[in-house]
Structure formats: structure tokens, C-alpha cells
T-cell receptor
């Protein structure tokens, strides 16, 4: 139990639709990162938020966007869904943003795009 | 750039067998190294970590030693249990500094332990 929760657990969308995934971090954790894990692969970094500002981004297009709120919750938004967006989406929070900090992962949201 | 190469599975063992999962990395500095575990239907959990060369991380009977000379961080367990069945990921944070805490993961190794 990491104290990080995500909703919904599963989601089915059709190509071209938009989706919002939610994450609730551990209390006091001001850094949240989002990862995409395709089937059979390791997680790929999407972006990170620190104190409600984007703090770095992986190799994902602008249709992937996020928000972080003062109450330690955050969102991942994906517009114009494509079939390849089908994956497990993980959020991870940490107390600080330093390289030595442990990231605590939520259970993930499994997205299927038809 | 930074990268992680992890032994590909799947790995199937009998209970009480010895486990080794190989992990090597490429990085410009000397980053911390992590092993994460993903049980079926769950997110990732930190299994163990090492923050500098020659450090040994350990947890739940698993061990891994940070070997700078071979750029490796192999995961070992002397006697596996059925409950260890999971996917194991080797990971490293950025070695180039900065404030962006992006973890780079290996592809994962599926371990199945049979009774």
C-alpha cells in the first residue's frame, strides 16, 4: 500500500475521444509523475509536475497534458485518442523532486482505445 | 542517453530455487539504482535501492549490489516462493543532474514460481 490512488481502474474509449485520468498523491508530496506502460513493456515517462507546474516531459505529443492541484491530486488528459494509447497509466508521487527521492506508484488505470 | 538493459524473461522456477535477474545500465554519472516489482493487477512497488557504488540493497530476501566496474545491478534471491511471482523492473533516475526526476525502466522480467 503506497498511499497513492488512481481512478478509474479501467476505461474503454473509442479513437478520437478525450479522456481524463485522476491520481491522488500521498499527503505532502508535491511532485507527481505520470508514466505510460504498454503491454509487456516497462513504464515510459510522460511528464512530471512540481508545485502545480510542469517540470519536465518525455517523448509524448502535446495532446498529452496534465494538471496538478494544491490538494495533492492531479490529472492526465489525453485528446484525440489513438489505438496506440491503449496502455496502463501510472502516476507516482514523491516528497521532493530530487534524483534520490523514492517514487510511490499508484495501481494504475488501464485504458483501452477501440 | 541513460538506458537500462534487463534480462528478458519469462523466468520459471520451482519453489526454493535460486534467482538471478541481470540488469546493466548506461549512464554518464553514478546514479542511484532501483528494483521495482509489479504483482499481477497492481502498480509498481519499490523493492530495493542502492545509492552509490558497492552499496547492497536488500528487502524481503532479495539483494542487489551496485557494481560500478561492470555497470550492473543484478537482482538475486536465494530461495524463491510462489508469492514472488511478479514482473521485476530495473530502473535508474537521471544521472545528468537537474530537477527532472524521470525514471528510466528496463523492459521487465516476468518471474513465475511453481510449487
Amino acid at each position: 500500500e503506497t498511499g497513492v490512488t488512481q481512478s478509474p481502474t479501467h476505461l474503454i474509449k473509442t479513437r478520437g475521444q478525450q479522456v481524463t485520468l485522476r491520481c491522488s498523491s500521498q499527503s505532502g508530496h508535491n511532485t507527481v509523475s505520470w508514466y505510460q506502460q504498454a503491454l509487456g513493456q516497462g513504464p515510459q515517462f510522460i511528464f512530471q509536475y512540481y508545485r502545480e507546474e510542469e517540470n519536465g516531459r518525455g517523448n509524448f505529443p502535446p495532446r498529452f497534458s496534465g494538471l496538478q492541484f494544491p490538494n495533492y491530486s492531479s490529472e492526465l488528459n489525453v485528446n484525440a485518442l489513438e489505438l496506440d494509447d491503449s496502455a496502463l497509466y501510472l502516476c507516482a508521487s514523491s516528497l521532493y523532486r530530487g534524483a534520490q527521492e523514492t517514487q510511490y506508484f499508484g495501481p494504475g488505470t488501464r485504458l483501452l482505445v477501440l | 542517453g541513460d538506458s537500462v538493459t534487463q534480462m528478458e524473461g519469462p523466468v520459471t522456477l520451482s519453489e526454493e530455487a535460486f534467482l538471478t535477474i541481470n540488469c546493466t545500465y548506461t549512464a554518464t554519472g553514478y546514479p542511484s539504482l532501483f528494483w521495482y516489482v509489479q504483482y499481477p493487477g497492481e502498480g509498481l512497488q519499490l523493492l530495493l535501492k542502492a545509492t552509490k557504488a558497492d552499496d547492497k540493497g536488500s528487502n524481503k530476501g532479495f539483494e542487489a549490489t551496485y557494481r560500478k566496474e561492470t555497470t550492473s545491478f543484478h537482482l538475486e534471491k536465494g530461495s524463491v516462493q510462489v508469492s514472488d511471482s511478479a514482473v521485476y523492473f530495473c530502473a535508474l533516475p537521471p544521472s545528468s543532474g537537474g530537477s527532472n526526476y524521470k525514471l528510466t525502466f528496463g523492459k521487465g522480467t516476468l518471474l513465475t514460481v511453481n510449487p
